[in-house]
């Protein structure tokens, strides 16, 4: 996915920038986003655009690619360009500063855009190999000599070992909690004393020795849900 | 195509104008259109039941009782694919109209430009949606809504179409039928059946099994692409619907 965001402020375009460049990593989606100023002619590649209507005399000559697949996003610091942009139907607007909770989720609403830019995992699963995206995969557990995969629909048990599966899942949004668990750190919305809990309620335990490391990992990534801005040194 | 188009403010001669244009834009297109009016969010709420029943709705904000923003809130919660087109006096709720995933927001007064736009914007995208089945059958074209489709099974020389309301048979082959239906939501799961996926429940055996009980078969050689397909299929759809 290209993802490309314009805006007059450089220093607010990098953070955006920044900003979507690691939510495309956390969530597993393959993406380049750039930044460049309004003058700039937008990629006809691009699939994603954010553009400020601040100070801009007009707003994006920008089709997107065939097919529908991409997404436009819209922001300015008055609120009344709202109605504005229903000129040229954006799939969001957003108030200046973005919100980054905000931000992320009108991308999460677009992500089935992308679908062909996901990274996937396969797994030996009953003789046959299964794909599987990893942004929908919640954690996986040790089960019976293989490991059991927990998606966002259904469970899958493989023969292959969580150490192997662990080896072909990305370190940035993924992080072996505890001896026989691995968690998609995207999805953990906190952090107790012996557990974390995901999205869609589950709890996940931590080993003792490795919370200090859990609740780095998480600190680095939970700024999208906080709206804060993204922490030195976060994973790419 | 006939558009039910529902306009929902207090204000009757709010009401009544608007209809007028409505009406008027959609004799000038052609465009078959039921109009339904509300007084109150109360009132369109509690003829809304089921997604579907309204393809467009103007709705005005500020109205006694439930506002326009709270009412298309719980809209939202029985259809989220009713276009709904924000009709008021205030430039308040632009951003809020965001959060409903609104279609539009025109501003009162509303001139028959303004409902042109907003009505020109809705049909191009209703356009995009996949096209109806186009089949002869029983002496007469029939066109057949692809939602409505749960499977199509080829038996001799005619395709038998399954669809909620009955089954459709039609002298035409499967593979040119299978090319005249757009969009990603129909599987050719084996050489003699083309599958809706939204009509899928699970995979049972070699087999899918549908939501009305029905079993299609999988093609045997293909069974892991195949089934991979519908499950990524299922994924993106999850993901969509978000």
Redesign the interface.
């Known amino acids: 996915m290209r993802g490309v965001v314009c805006m007059r402020d450089a220093r607010e375009r990098e953070a955006l920038c920044q900003a979507i460049q690691l939510w495309a990593g956390l969530i597993c989606l393959k993406a380049e986003i750039t930044a460049q100023s309004p003058e700039e002619a937008v990629p006809a590649e691009a699939s994603l655009l954010l553009w400020d209507m601040d100070g801009t005399p007009a707003l994006p000559a920008w089709e997107g690619p065939a097919g529908g697949r991409w997404a436009l996003l819209l922001c300015s610091s008055q609120p009344q360009a709202a109605i504005e942009s229903y000129a040229i139907h954006p799939n969001a607007f957003f108030q200046k500063p973005v919100p980054l909770a905000a931000l992320c989720q009108a991308l999460e609403r677009c992500v089935a855009r992308w679908w062909e830019d996901l990274e996937w995992v396969e797994v030996l699963c009953g003789g046959a190999r299964r794909r599987i995206p990893l942004c929908d995969l919640l954690w996986a557990e040790s089960y019976q000599h293989g490991a059991l995969l927990h998606t966002t629909l259904e469970s899958i048990q493989t023969r292959e070992s969580l150490r192997d599966l662990t080896a072909h899942l990305p370190e940035r949004t993924f992080f072996r909690c505890q001896r026989g668990y691995v968690v998609n750190l995207y999805h953990i919305r906190g952090i107790g004393q012996t557990s974390a809990r995901l999205a869609n309620g589950a709890e996940i335990p931590i080993g003792r020795r490795a919370r200090g490391e859990v609740l780095e990992a998480y600190r680095r990534s939970r700024w999208i849900w906080e709206s804060a801005a993204p922490p030195e040194g976060s994973p790419t | 195509m006939e558009l039910t188009i529902g306009i929902c403010d207090d204000l009757q001669e709010e009401r009544v104008a608007l209809a007028k244009m409505v009406r008027a834009y959609c004799q000038s297109r052609e465009v078959a259109v039921r109009l339904r009016l509300f007084s109150s969010g109360e009132e369109l709420l509690a003829d809304i039941q089921r997604p579907g029943q309204m393809n467009i709705l103007f709705l005005d904000i500020y109205m006694p009782g439930l506002s326009g923003v709270d009412t298309a809130r719980r809209l939202r919660k029985v259809d989220k694919r009713c276009a709904i087109v924000f009709a008021t006096t205030s430039?308040?709720h632009?951003?809020e109209?965001?959060e409903v995933t609104a279609?539009?927001?025109l501003?009162k007064p509303i001139r028959m430009d303004d409902v042109a736009r907003a009505m020109d914007?809705l049909l191009e995208r209703a356009a995009?949606e996949p096209r109806p089945l186009s089949v002869y059958a029983d002496g007469e074209w029939r066109q057949i809504p692809l939602a409505s489709i749960l499977y199509i099974e080829i038996l001799g020389h005619h395709v038998h179409i399954h669809t909620g309301g009955g089954d459709v048979v039609a002298r035409r082959g499967l593979d040119d039928l299978a090319a005249s239906i757009e969009g990603e939501d129909f599987l050719r799961c084996h050489r003699s059946y083309l599958v809706n996926l939204n009509y899928v429940r699970g995979i049972e055996g070699c087999d899918f099994r549908l939501t009305d009980g029905s079993l299609v078969p999988i093609r045997s050689g293909d069974?892991?692409a195949l089934?991979?397909q519908f499950?990524?299929w299922?994924?993106?759809?999850?993901?969509?619907r978000?």
Do not use: E, H, L, N
């Open positions: 430039t308040d632009g951003m109209s965001f279609s539009d927001y501003v914007w995009q069974f892991p089934r991979d499950i990524s299922t994924y993106r759809k999850a993901w969509a978000a």
